[in-house]
């Protein structure tokens, strides 16, 4: 197991202009209930860092964390999809997420995860597709791979790969459950952060 990222909360924010200054950042995105804020507090090695939960739609403003000493900020994003909040509420998101990616300058990378059990859904397929079209760094990370039966794995994987056009190699499967992948995540993120 490698070393586990000191992650520390540093600030929450509901829009792009009252978020702190920064050096470099990447991003946790995708669908309410994906498993962001799970995968953020497993790379560091604790549970309660960012809040996670059943009801879809727990994180609703941007979480930064810093993390290391100097190393960046990992931010935890609010999940596009279905979510138990009020439609208002709701309809900011979208917006408010798309103008976090294409206006901040020190996002390094775009973490893009994708229920490795259920494989992209239509939101999620649109995503990839406008995160291609705005040429924007990204790389698919796929959750909860302990969900799956050992004998589906590969199978499955290599689905979600082509579903995403998209070489296998290039997806990153991970488990909070069996700590599946955290080593590889955690050296690229201190690798994108660098
Ligand atoms: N079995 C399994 N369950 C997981 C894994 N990762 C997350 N979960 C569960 O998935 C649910 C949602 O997790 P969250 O981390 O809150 O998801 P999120 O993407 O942050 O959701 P929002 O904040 O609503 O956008 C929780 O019940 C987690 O326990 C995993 O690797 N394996
Ligand atoms: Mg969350």
């Not at 859904?121 to 990204?138: K, N, V």
Request: hydrophobic share 40%; with cysteine.
């Amino acid at each position: 197991m490698s070393r586990a990222l000191q992650l520390e909360f540093v600030a929450s924010a509901t829009a792009v202009d009252r978020l702190p200054t920064t050096r470099a950042e990447i991003a946790f995105v995708g669908r309410s209930n994906v498993g962001k804020s799970s995968l953020l507090n497993a790379i560091a090695g604790e549970k309660k860092l960012a809040r996670v939960s059943n009801t879809p739609g727990r994180t609703q403003t941007l979480d930064l964390f810093r993390c290391e000493r100097g190393g960046g900020t990992v931010v935890d994003c609010p999940g596009y999809g279905y979510a138990k909040v009020s439609k208002s509420t709701r309809r900011a998101w979208l917006p408010m997420l798309e103008r976090y990616m294409l206006e901040r300058e020190q996002l390094e990378m775009i973490v893009l995860l994708v229920d490795g059990e259920i494989g992209p859904t239509a939101s999620d397929l649109h995503m990839l597709e406008w995160l291609r079209q705005q040429d924007l760094p990204h790389t698919v990370v796929a959750t909860k791979h302990d969900k799956v039966k050992p004998s589906q794995r590969r199978n499955r994987q290599q689905e979600l790969a082509a579903r995403c056009e998209l070489p296998a190699a290039a997806i990153v499967s991970v488990s909070v459950t069996d700590e599946t992948g955290l080593t590889r995540l955690r050296e690229l993120v201190r690798e994108w952060l660098t």
